[in-house]
Structure formats: C-alpha cells, structure tokens
C-alpha cells in the first residue's frame, strides 16, 4: 500500500512541474540586431526598467526605439521587453493612451 503511494506521486510530479514553469515564461534574454550595421549582440533585460538607448557594441551607433516602441528590444530585439511580455504597460506607457 505504501509503495502504490509514492508511486502515484512520482506520476503526477512531472504535470505540477509543467504547470509551475507556465507561470513565468517571461524570457529575460533578447537578441539585439544593430539596424545600421546587422550586428546581433544578445542582452539580459531588466525586469524593472527599460532600456530606452543602447550603443551598438560594433559600429557605436545609438539606438533608440522606433516610434510606438516602449524599448530598444521591443523594436530590435528578438523578444519584446518583460512589462510587454506579461501585458503590462511599459514603463513610457505610450503603449496605452492616457485619458485626459
Ligand atoms: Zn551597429
């Protein structure tokens, strides 16, 4: 009787352990592409902050988002910032149109 429990628990684990990583699947990694000069640079991004500007680690240009874009990752990298992930407003919340 003992050893049917555990095995029982052993079986159900893996689905709790699938439903646990749902939850945070924000991904914290972007791949940064240089519109001037093609180079992909790949960034950690801050879960609590935008990058608004970011120099370009090869030819040093600038980079600043494209309008409508919170971030340089949401308009240069390969995933768009944590806050947008999650369906937050980002941090300039020009994403969602202040009612005056
Ligand atoms: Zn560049």
Redesign the pocket.
Known sequence: MFVLAVELLTIHSPFLCMGAMKMTTTMLESALT?P????VSVEVMPTDACIYFYE?T??K?LLSPKSGDCCVFCSYGSVKCPPIQEGRACCAGSATPAKR
């Open positions: 240089c001037h000069c093609g180079y370009c090869r030819c240009a």
